[in-house]
């Protein structure tokens, strides 16, 4: 194969690794669990898991996957097909119905993954000649969903109504207000009553995304939503099975015409394979534990505070917790590489965040917790970030 066409990628890849932004994949040989198995030339290496967004720990809960392997005797590990044309099976259906319940919404309907749920959720309720406006800060998926909107797009400064105020004011066609409730690398809550305050003056719908949200935050769980007060103005909340509930696909849950609309023109819902039974199941039975053990938010939510005071007293910011992220504020990307290195040599993983994913000169470590760390597992990451950071100094 001729490779001419290619060529420029050795320069690209080049500056890449000048600018300590090139990454690589990490292979681990064990479950997504608390600790885990990390392949390397030198043989297995044991580390503490800080990077996993399965807050709860449910990905290896034993409950859950037995709710997958029944699922998949029953009906299979993939369903075939889009679920308008031969996809949709029984799992599905009851999983949207405790998810609506769950919420407390409507309606609600299964994408394949959360990213797609967003892609279909903005892309269907606005585009060209319509406003939205977006956090400055907002997922990737987000940024992406808009642009393809072929709508307007207005991007306003991190959590600040005043200035999405005014970017809605004069915003021409139907308006659209979109942020992450917790943001997913600083940790931080969106402003959603005053959000939706502006978005009432201007007549614009509310989407939340949710992700790192659900599950962890507000009361039972149900998310930024709940926690602050606005279930009732939000219109659609986006939210994944990834994470807290420990399966995969995502899902968007609102009124009853609202799912009604994405079911007949969200494309990444009508032409995406439906996610399998197996998936699916997991996530059900997980959802039945978040009801069932609330002391797992409060795990997560107190491991990640002691982190977070750790953190500070060796010298370094962090904001308070409000779910289950710690962002370590460091700065230059090598000192955020240098100080992932240390941790490592330590058998901590906890991994340094670089732009594009956070704005440059931001390079961070982001820690999150899990419910199934123990207080011993958080002992010794206190030791480690102490040690690490340190040195990093």
Known sequence: MST?????????????HA??????????????????????????????????????????DQRVIDAAVVAAARWGTGTGSARLISGAQRPHRELEEALAAFKRVEATRLFSSGYLANLG?????????????SDELNHASIIDACR???????????ADPEHADAMLADGPGRRLLITDGVFSMDGDLAPLPALCDVAERHGAAVVVDDAHGSGVVGPGG???????????????????????????????AGSARLVDWLTNRARGFVFDTAVGAPAVAAAHAALEVVREEPERRARVLGHARRLADAVRAAG???PEPRAGIV??????????????????????????????????????LRATVMATHTDADLDHAVDAFGAALAVTA
Do not use: F, Q
């Open 121 to 133: 959720v903005v892309t269907a309720l606005v585009g060209r000649g319509d406003t939205v406006v």
């Open 327 to 364: 962002p370590v504020m460091i700065g230059a990307n090598a000192a955020a590489m240098a100080a992932m290195e240390h941790l490592l040599a330590r058998d901590v993983l906890a991994v340094a965040i670089r732009p594009p994913t956070v704005p440059p000169g931001t390079a961070r």
């Open 19 to 60: 600018d300590d932004r090139h990454r690589r994949v990490r292979h681990h040989a064990s479950a997504a669990g608390p600790w885990l198995e990390l392949e390397t030339p030198e043989g297995p290496h044991r580390v503490l898991h800080l990077c996993s967004n399965g807050y709860l720990g449910l990905a290896t």
């Open 4 to 16: 001419g066409a290619l060529s420029w990628l050795d320069d690209a890849l080049a500056a890449l």
């Open 222 to 252: 149900r998310g930024t939503v709940a926690e602050l007060g606005c279930e009732g103005r939000v219109h659609a909340i986006v939210a994944t099975l990834s994470k807290a509930l420990g399966s995969t696909g995502g899902y968007v």
């Open 148 to 158: 393809l909107s072929g709508a307007e797009v207005r991007v306003y400064r991190h």
């Open 316 to 318: 370094w910011p962090t």
